[in-house]
């Protein structure tokens, strides 16, 4: 089975590392390499077996080789994922990312990570400890520039206001209601952006704590998991979970677009002509969630300022945006598949 995966994966190299203190698997999939080194996140994570960790890594580096090839970031795509055992004893959470720098400094720059679910900028501090130069996103404290979700959460914003554009002529936020799924690190400073830009904003969360801070403290309108897919809005946000835009949920939406920060939000690229169908503008998951990736990259490997970080996210994804937006109405094709040929073009390019 990991024998197939492999196989019919269009990448270019995997690493496996069985770490036997602990039991966890460690994959790292280097996508593509045509545009730079390969740089994305580590995910750590238990999995229901080791094929489906294997495949969660080798599926989101190639997620990660187009988010940089779209707005042309000179990496490409790559992912770690540490597959933990459910009785994983948090206590050799240190000693395993340590030994997971090892590997990465082994592969001499090959491949540069940075935190992604289940890890931290502080974890990016332990696994630089043996893993240096290649780890970014550390905390502000140890050096690095700290944690994505707020550049990822304002390039999600600009990238709102352009849909808005698209739809609407004027990129104004004042008055369109906007549903968020999710207010963790990204949700939750995209829920700033909103309020100060007068949209009306409603939320979704499963976290109590989230929810009493939202609802309770923000004044926001709570909507339950359940009623997320058929509430009536303007914009809806995924910033949560993946696979959210499904055979089940598209036809229940009652939004004029999809705009959020989740990654892989199409269950499968299929859907995305069942959105068009159905006449919601979708803003390709990896096009607007970028900034996070962006900004990181260019305060570490370019010398970017933070608020030097912020102008080049908040005016590159919506340039791209409507070069996506633009390429899907002049070819007739969804705004996935325009993304995807921008991608393709200079991944064969070179540039
Ligand atoms: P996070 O863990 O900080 O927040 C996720 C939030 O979603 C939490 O508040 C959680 O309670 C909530 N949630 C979980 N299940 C839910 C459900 N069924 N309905 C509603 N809410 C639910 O994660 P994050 O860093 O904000 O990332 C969110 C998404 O954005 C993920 O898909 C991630 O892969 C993607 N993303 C994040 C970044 C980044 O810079 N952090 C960059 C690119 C993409």
Redesign the pocket.
């Known amino acids: 089975m990991m024998e197939s995966l492999i196989r019919e994966w269009d990448g270019e190299t995997v690493i496996v590392h069985y770490d036997r203190p602990t039991g966890a698997w460690i994959f790292i999939a280097i996508h593509s390499t045509r545009l730079g080194p390969a740089a994305g996140g580590t995910r750590m994570k238990s999995y229901h077996d080791v094929e489906a960790a294997l495949q969660d890594a080798l599926r989101l580096s190639a997620g990660m080789t187009y988010k940089f090839a779209v707005p042309g970031i000179p990496f490409g795509g790559g992912k770690a994922v540490i597959a933990i055992p459910s009785e994983f004893d948090k206590q050799s959470c240190p000693a395993i990312l340590r030994r997971h720098g090892a590997l990465i400094q082994q592969l001499g720059g090959l491949f540069f990570t940075g935190?992604?679910?289940g890890t931290t900028s502080e974890d990016m501090d332990i696994i630089a400890e043996t893993g240096a130069p290649y780890i970014f996103s550390r905390t502000l404290a140890a050096g690095g520039s700290g944690?994505?979700?707020p550049?990822?959460a304002l390039g999600v914003f600009t990238g709102i206001q352009t849909v808005c554009e698209h739809l609407f002529g004027d990129m104004t936020l004042k008055s369109r209601r906007v549903l968020v799924?999710?207010?963790?690190?990204?949700?939750?400073a995209l829920i700033d952006h909103l309020g100060a830009a007068g949209a009306k904003v409603m939320f979704?969360?499963?976290?109590e704590g989230?929810i009493r801070h939202f609802r309770d403290e923000f004044e926001l309108k709570f909507v339950p998991?359940e009623a997320?897919y058929r509430t009536e809005c303007d914009i809806f946000a995924p910033?949560?979970?993946?696979a959210v835009l499904n055979a089940d949920t598209i036809p229940q939406l009652k939004c004029r677009a999809v705009a959020g920060?989740?990654?892989n939000q199409l269950a499968d690229p299929e859907n995305a002509k069942h959105l068009l169908d159905r006449g919601i503008l979708y803003a390709p998951d990896y096009v607007i969630?970028v900034g996070?990736?962006m900004a990181i990259l260019g305060m570490e490997t370019q010398g970017w300022a933070r608020d030097q970080a912020e102008k080049e996210v908040a005016e590159n994804v919506p340039r791209v945006l409507r070069q996506v937006f633009e390429l899907a109405a002049t070819e007739g094709i969804t705004t996935e598949a325009a993304a995807r040929r921008i991608a393709e073009e200079r991944l064969s390019a070179g540039m």
Not at 181 to 188: E, K, P
Not at 204 to 207: C, R
Not at 239 to 242: K, V
């Open positions: 935190p992604d679910f944690s994505p979700g550049f990822t799924q999710g207010t963790g690190s990204v949700g939750g979704s969360d499963v976290d989230a998991a997320v910033c949560a979970l993946g920060g989740a990654n969630n996070g990736a």
